[in-house]
């Protein structure tokens, strides 16, 4: 049997030694089998995952450089709420300053890396695959979406920016990544759902200042998630204040009215960060992604 695929791609967040990279996925993973209804057997024999990890380790040494430098007398300080506010800052919007980075794009090497090894073959034996995706990681499988399907030529997937060794001698360190266009047909053709949970899309449409700058802002946001046989369902929590609901905002292009794009509120925890990042685990987000994958 053919499988279905479901990418796990995460947020941002400081990856802590001893914690294990996969466990937000076990729990949501685990949650789909129960609500299922299938055994494990039954539905790891039609669905398989592949887990993301772009927390890898020149990006904590790179944040982890910067705030022991920045704020040495912190790290004795567990107690200070300082500690916590720093640490948000340094390790959660670090992550979104690299991500947006000009360069070479670190973060989306990885992830594309860590998919395709996984994806390729099971594409081309049939399998399908949808993406679910949490906090920053909803915007990188966006921007991955975006650029699958838009433009339409096969030949200019620009989703990982190509190195440039003789403006950055650095990228030539970097292994070549080539992807041709017969595979891109394949992701194209194979893609069936988009999950997001806690995402921030709706903010980073602001660094595009072509989608705001003349005319009624956002009339030309473009939904990648189309055709027939296709969804995108945007879990948030009103009180989760990353979570931006994402439908009236691309309904303003009335060419994204035809597509199936449902903001879905659900109940994840109080306060900004248990409701940021209880969505892995919460019952309802595993039953409506269950039924759609059924």
Known sequence: MRKHYLIFIHGMGERQPDQNPNSSYDDLWERLIKKSGKSIDEFEGQFGRICTNWHVDPLQRAAHTMFNASFPQLQNQPLNPMRGIRGFISFLMGDVVAYVSEDVNFIRRTVWTQIWKDLHDPLEQGATYSIIAH??????????????????????????????????????????????????????KQFRHFFTMGSPIGLFMMRKGSLWMEGEPFTKLYNPVRDQGRSWYNFWDSEDAIAYPLAELFKRNPENNNQILVDIPVETGFLIFDSHTGYWDNSDVAQKIANVIA
């Open 135 to 188: 906090s920053l990681g909803s915007v990188i499988a966006f921007d991955y979406l975006f650029h699958l399907f838009y433009p339409k030529d096969e030949d200019d997937f620009s989703f990982i920016p190509k190195p440039d060794p003789v403006a950055r001698p650095e990228d030539s360190n970097l292994e070549a990544i080539t992807i041709k266009p017969e595979e891109i047909k394949l992701l194209r």
